[in-house]
């Protein structure tokens, strides 16, 4: 399996640039998770979805922020308009089953100038 | 709510040091338990795990034993080498939650 695909690996925009990220999880895996990661407060929880629907948002930021997952192999998180404060690793997780082990794709770096 | 405390880092060691990173937690029923490692500019990779008390994940040399008494769950090596510097995270997935309870994180830089 090629497991969690993420893209891009790397994007840097200017203030109020619409932003997407990609993500393509394990395949079979029913759970799917985005995640922040930054220096000053670590590894967040932002949305995660089961069987493609939307479960928990309450760690999105802001209404800034959105994420979608049409279909089992594909979610993408929006940021729109984007800001520096935005700037982190995004990360995107899926797993099989309720409390099982997540597997984590290689993150999105972005970059807000 | 369910937490997991992991000690602070860095941890500093020479190549061939015995490791121990701690890790306790709390949590309602009998939840799995799991350390993931991060190196640098990567994602998080499951490193070991246990599903119950008593239950001794392995993995590239490392290991944890799931304490139900001390509710702890502390990484061990017996030797560690240079590449083994990386961020170290505990975490726990309590039942009939689909989310996992991260720790913080510990840093472990090894010098030759």
């Known amino acids: 399996d090629a497991g969690v695909i993420q893209s891009p690996r790397h994007e840097v925009t200017e203030m109020g640039q619409e932003v997407t990220l990609r993500c393509k999880p394990i395949s079979g895996h029913d759970y799917l998770f985005w995640y922040r990661q930054t220096m000053m407060r670590g590894l967040e929880l932002l949305i995660y979805f089961n069987n493609n629907v939307p479960i928990d948002d309450s760690g999105m930021p802001e209404d800034r922020f959105s994420a979608k997952m049409p279909n089992a192999s594909f979610s993408t998180l929006k940021i729109q308009p984007s800001e520096p404060r935005d700037s982190a690793v995004y990360f995107c997780?899926?797993?099989?089953?309720?409390?099982?082990?997540?597997?984590f794709g290689p993150g999105t770096r972005l970059t807000v100038t | 709510g369910d937490s997991v405390t992991q000690m602070e880092g860095p941890v500093t060691l020479s190549e061939e040091a015995f490791l121990t990173i701690n890790c306790t937690y709390t949590a309602t029923g009998y939840p799995s338990l799991f350390w993931y490692v991060q190196y640098p500019g990567e994602g998080l990779q499951l490193l070991l795990k246990a599903t119950k008390a008593d239950d001794k994940g392995s993995n590239k040399g490392f290991e944890a034993t799931y304490r139900k008494e001390t509710t702890s769950f502390h990484l061990e090596k017996g030797s560690v080498q240079v590449s083994d510097s990386a961020v170290y995270f505990c975490a726990l997935g309590a039942s009939g939650y689909s989310t996992l309870t991260f720790g913080k994180g510990t840093m472990l830089l090894v010098s030759p």
């Open positions: 997780a899926s797993s099989r089953r309720t409390g099982d082990e997540q597997y």
